[in-house]
């Protein structure tokens, strides 16, 4: 069919007419066009398939497409293009995040582009680009997009609405009477003129309807429809057609943007795995379902229900709410897999965390509270630690109100709390180690609650309060194994010293009489550590963040790549493939800056080495020379990182050195050092690492983890 459409966009791209636009109404049949120009097209050219979901906009459609041209051209061109993508500047560092992120894709995009060998030419097909935003909004950016292709790139998009300025447009329209008896009597010889009239007349050539009926007619060419809701009889008769498991399978699925194996068998009851897997290759042999690839986190093949049948098939379900409610719990139970088993949860999180969120959306109409996320939390049945690891991993996403996020935390942290005091322990040590938990706990609690708009019976000030009588009432140091208490000495010290700079910092400024702050200093005094030269690091810190941007632009960053994830809450047709790769692309645009930052500050600017001396120097009216060989040891260590063969590396380890030397004479007038310097090493700065043995010195119960 169309043969004279599909030979004509043939010849414009072996002409290497760059821009071909195919436009028609909805079920005319654009998608089926668009895979059989790919099918044939592949052979000849790369070729890559998109497609526009609602809730994409122009940014996350540039940033898969950039991504798409990285992985068709070919890994040295594309370290090449990542490595020159982002300017560098000395003061302040730029990682050119103050522009905007879909001009950084596009240009980024037209300097790949540009690689592409003519004899092996690049053809983009991107499908439903009408979804992408307003009609106007979405022409400008065809024509900025058309614009950034190199000369061996192509772009072949469809959609509803029309383009004119592409290079080459096809309108696709509704079959005529000669067309449909064409189609008709493909599956149907014998079918007479009068019944394909009739069909004709009451379809108007509608190539999606027509594709139904052809199918749920089986041996039957007669055709017999009604005068009235035509289309609505062949969807049900389409349905009909189907076997009683693949009508229950579409049914009962047809809420769900994506379609595979695993969601299908979450939310289905008695439907494994394999069966569902069954179900949908037998189905997307059927006119309405589409197979999109392969999940990039799973491996498995995703599909899709064609719009108008899944409007029709979401209308008949008997109870949207139960479909949402079980997908979200899919979604959240993959969401702890990942936050369980990473380092950095909140990177994990978040693509099964947006796409729970789209149905939990669903259920409360776009009105969820904590409260009622927290129901749907119970319903996880979670144990009280497995909920608390969840919430830490989901709560950046969460669908509710920003200012809501800490009322979150400290609802859920209150909870936690209130369940480690009521265990009942075995021994005395396990009586300290809940002790010792709990006041972990108590101040983290206490640290959410100033940004809550709960009411609390107990105040974040009196918290604190009860927390330092805890540190005082119980002996933690015996909580450790006998040949560590020497070094674990600092913790009950520590916790003190966190205690009274959180109860000074959540003080009203009016009521802050700045006995926390001394309170925190005398600690450090203990250890040699006084006011004066704790300050001294601190102003310096805060003048060299005032000089440097850095900081400002990652958090513009992050708020740019945040505000496209949020974007696609308040659409259930987000997929996992565009949420993956948005989630790498903001790891590596964020590594990318923190290199270009660190690398231009080391090797071009003096600025840095100024600071470490300046620090250096505060720290240098300590008592006790630890904190200052620590230090540029560390300094030194980042310089190796980043700059080997400065001659700044040098004089900060021989920097190091020296001290180091000046904390052994100093130790030799300790009875019992926490930590002898004989133990450190410049190179590379071993800390002992405290948790870890709060965490390995029993065994019997492993909570502190």
């Given at each position: 069919m169309r043969e004279d459409e599909f030979y004509s966009v043939l010849q414009a791209v072996d002409d290497g007419i760059q821009t071909i636009h195919i436009s028609g109404q909805p079920g005319v049949g654009k998608t089926t066009f668009l895979e059989d120009l790919e099918d044939e097209l592949s052979e000849w050219y790369r070729t890559r398939v998109l497609y526009v979901r609602?809730?994409?906009?122009?940014?996350?459609?540039?940033?898969?497409?950039?991504?798409?041209?990285?992985?068709?051209?070919?890994?040295?061109?594309?370290?090449?293009?990542?490595?020159?993508?982002?300017?560098?500047?000395?003061?302040?560092?730029?990682?050119?995040?103050?522009?905007?992120?879909?001009?950084?894709?596009?240009?980024?995009?037209?300097?790949?582009?540009?690689?592409?060998?003519?004899?092996?030419?690049?053809?983009?097909?991107?499908?439903?680009?009408?979804?992408?935003d307003e009609p106007e909004v979405t022409r400008d950016f065809l024509r900025e997009l058309s614009s950034t292709l190199g000369e061996n790139v192509h772009l072949i998009t469809a959609g509803r609405l029309a383009f004119e300025d592409a290079d080459y447009t096809v309108d696709l329209e509704m079959f005529s009477r000669e067309e449909t008896a064409n189609y008709l009597q493909q599956e149907y010889p014998e079918a007479d003129d009068d019944t394909i009239g009739g069909v004709y007349e009451k379809l108007e050539g509608h190539p999606y309807y027509l594709g139904l009926l052809r199918e749920a007619a089986g041996d039957d060419s007669t055709f017999e429809l009604p005068e009235e809701d035509t289309r609505d009889f062949i969807e049900?008769?389409?349905?009909?057609?189907?076997?009683?498991?693949?009508?229950?399978?579409?049914?009962?699925?047809?809420?769900l943007t994506e379609l595979d194996e695993d969601i299908c068998s979450a939310v289905l009851d008695d439907v494994s795995r394999t069966q569902a897997r069954r179900t949908l290759d037998t189905l997307s042999t059927k006119a309405v379902v589409q197979e999109l690839g392969r999940s990039e986190d799973t491996g498995d093949r995703v599909?899709?229900?064609?719009?108008?049948?899944?409007?029709?098939?979401?209308?008949?379900?008997?109870?949207?709410?139960?479909?949402?409610?079980?997908?979200?719990?899919?979604?959240?139970?993959?969401?702890?897999?990942?936050?369980?088993?990473?380092e950095a949860p909140v990177l994990e999180g978040f693509v099964y965390g947006l796409l729970g969120n789209a149905h939990l959306q669903e259920i409360y109409e776009g009105n969820l509270g904590v409260e009622q996320l927290r129901e749907e939390v119970d319903r996880l049945e979670f144990a009280p630690r497995e909920r608390l690891q969840f919430i830490f991993g989901y709560a950046p996403y969460a669908p509710t109100p920003e200012d809501q996020s800490a009322t979150l935390l400290a609802l859920e942290l209150d909870d936690y709390t209130e369940w480690i005091r009521g265990l009942e322990p075995e021994n005395d040590g396990d009586e300290l180690k809940f002790e010792f938990?709990?006041?972990?706990?108590?101040?983290?609690?206490?640290?959410?609650?100033?940004?809550?708009?709960?009411?609390?019976?107990?105040?974040?000030?009196?918290?604190?309060?009860?927390?330092?009588?805890?540190?005082?009432?119980?002996?933690?140091?015996?909580?450790?194994?006998?040949?560590?208490?020497?070094?674990?000495?600092?913790?009950?010290?520590?916790l003190r010293v966190c205690v009274h700079v959180s109860a000074h910092r959540d003080l009203e400024k009016g009521e802050r009489d700045g006995q926390h702050l001394a309170a925190a200093y005398d600690v450090l005094e203990k250890y040699g550590l006084n006011r004066v030269a704790v300050e001294g690091v601190i102003d310096n810190c805060r003048e060299l963040a005032e000089e440097v941007e850095a900081g400002e632009q990652a958090e513009e960053m992050i708020d740019a790549q945040m505000e496209e994830f949020f974007g696609q809450f308040d659409q259930d047709?987000?997929?996992?493939?565009?949420?993956?790769?948005?989630?790498?692309?903001?790891?590596?645009?964020?590594?990318?800056?923190?290199?270009?930052?660190?690398?231009?500050?080391?090797?071009?600017?003096?600025?840095?080495?100024?600071?470490?001396?300046?620090?250096?120097?505060?720290?240098?009216?300590?008592?006790?020379?630890?904190?200052?060989?620590?230090?540029?040891?560390?300094a030194a260590h980042v310089y190796r990182m980043f700059a080997p063969n400065a001659d700044s590396t040098k004089e900060l380890e021989e920097a190091a050195q020296h001290y180091a030397q000046v904390r052994m004479e100093y130790e030799e007038r300790l009875d019992n050092p926490i930590y002898e310097i004989e133990e450190f090493e410049v190179h590379d700065m071993d800390f002992p690492d405290l948790m870890n043995e709060i965490a390995d010195s029993n065994g019997d119960s492993r909570l502190t983890e």
């Amino acid at each position: 069919m169309r043969e004279d459409e599909f030979y004509s966009v043939l010849q414009a791209v072996d002409d290497g007419i760059q821009t071909i636009h195919i436009s028609g109404q909805p079920g005319v049949g654009k998608t089926t066009f668009l895979e059989d120009l790919e099918d044939e097209l592949s052979e000849w050219y790369r070729t890559r398939v998109l497609y526009v979901r609602e809730g994409n906009t122009p940014t996350t459609l540039s940033q898969d497409l950039l991504y798409e041209a990285r992985d068709a051209v070919g890994t040295l061109s594309a370290f090449i293009n990542k490595a020159t993508g982002v300017s560098v500047g000395i003061s302040p560092a730029s990682g050119g995040v103050s522009t905007d992120d879909r001009a950084r894709h596009l240009r980024k995009l037209a300097s790949l582009s540009e690689s592409v060998n003519e004899h092996k030419r690049l053809i983009f097909f991107v499908d439903d680009f009408h979804k992408l935003d307003e009609p106007e909004v979405t022409r400008d950016f065809l024509r900025e997009l058309s614009s950034t292709l190199g000369e061996n790139v192509h772009l072949i998009t469809a959609g509803r609405l029309a383009f004119e300025d592409a290079d080459y447009t096809v309108d696709l329209e509704m079959f005529s009477r000669e067309e449909t008896a064409n189609y008709l009597q493909q599956e149907y010889p014998e079918a007479d003129d009068d019944t394909i009239g009739g069909v004709y007349e009451k379809l108007e050539g509608h190539p999606y309807y027509l594709g139904l009926l052809r199918e749920a007619a089986g041996d039957d060419s007669t055709f017999e429809l009604p005068e009235e809701d035509t289309r609505d009889f062949i969807e049900r008769a389409y349905l009909d057609s189907m076997s009683e498991d693949e009508e229950e399978f579409i049914r009962k699925t047809a809420g769900l943007t994506e379609l595979d194996e695993d969601i299908c068998s979450a939310v289905l009851d008695d439907v494994s795995r394999t069966q569902a897997r069954r179900t949908l290759d037998t189905l997307s042999t059927k006119a309405v379902v589409q197979e999109l690839g392969r999940s990039e986190d799973t491996g498995d093949r995703v599909f899709k229900v064609h719009d108008l049948f899944q409007e029709f098939l979401y209308e008949q379900l008997d109870n949207p709410e139960q479909l949402h409610r079980a997908a979200f719990q899919y979604y959240a139970k993959r969401l702890y897999d990942e936050v369980e088993e990473s380092e950095a949860p909140v990177l994990e999180g978040f693509v099964y965390g947006l796409l729970g969120n789209a149905h939990l959306q669903e259920i409360y109409e776009g009105n969820l509270g904590v409260e009622q996320l927290r129901e749907e939390v119970d319903r996880l049945e979670f144990a009280p630690r497995e909920r608390l690891q969840f919430i830490f991993g989901y709560a950046p996403y969460a669908p509710t109100p920003e200012d809501q996020s800490a009322t979150l935390l400290a609802l859920e942290l209150d909870d936690y709390t209130e369940w480690i005091r009521g265990l009942e322990p075995e021994n005395d040590g396990d009586e300290l180690k809940f002790e010792f938990v709990g006041v972990l706990f108590d101040l983290m609690r206490a640290t959410v609650r100033p940004n809550s708009d709960v009411e609390f019976e107990e105040s974040s000030v009196e918290i604190y309060e009860s927390t330092i009588q805890r540190i005082e009432d119980f002996d933690f140091v015996a909580f450790f194994d006998e040949g560590e208490q020497d070094a674990a000495q600092i913790i009950p010290d520590m916790l003190r010293v966190c205690v009274h700079v959180s109860a000074h910092r959540d003080l009203e400024k009016g009521e802050r009489d700045g006995q926390h702050l001394a309170a925190a200093y005398d600690v450090l005094e203990k250890y040699g550590l006084n006011r004066v030269a704790v300050e001294g690091v601190i102003d310096n810190c805060r003048e060299l963040a005032e000089e440097v941007e850095a900081g400002e632009q990652a958090e513009e960053m992050i708020d740019a790549q945040m505000e496209e994830f949020f974007g696609q809450f308040d659409q259930d047709d987000a997929t996992r493939n565009t949420l993956i790769r948005m989630q790498s692309n903001l790891y590596s645009e964020m590594m990318e800056l923190a290199n270009s930052a660190f690398t231009a500050m080391i090797s071009e600017s003096d600025r840095l080495l100024e600071f470490i001396h300046e620090c250096g120097e505060s720290l240098e009216q300590a008592d006790n020379p630890f904190f200052v060989a620590a230090w540029f040891s560390l300094a030194a260590h980042v310089y190796r990182m980043f700059a080997p063969n400065a001659d700044s590396t040098k004089e900060l380890e021989e920097a190091a050195q020296h001290y180091a030397q000046v904390r052994m004479e100093y130790e030799e007038r300790l009875d019992n050092p926490i930590y002898e310097i004989e133990e450190f090493e410049v190179h590379d700065m071993d800390f002992p690492d405290l948790m870890n043995e709060i965490a390995d010195s029993n065994g019997d119960s492993r909570l502190t983890e």
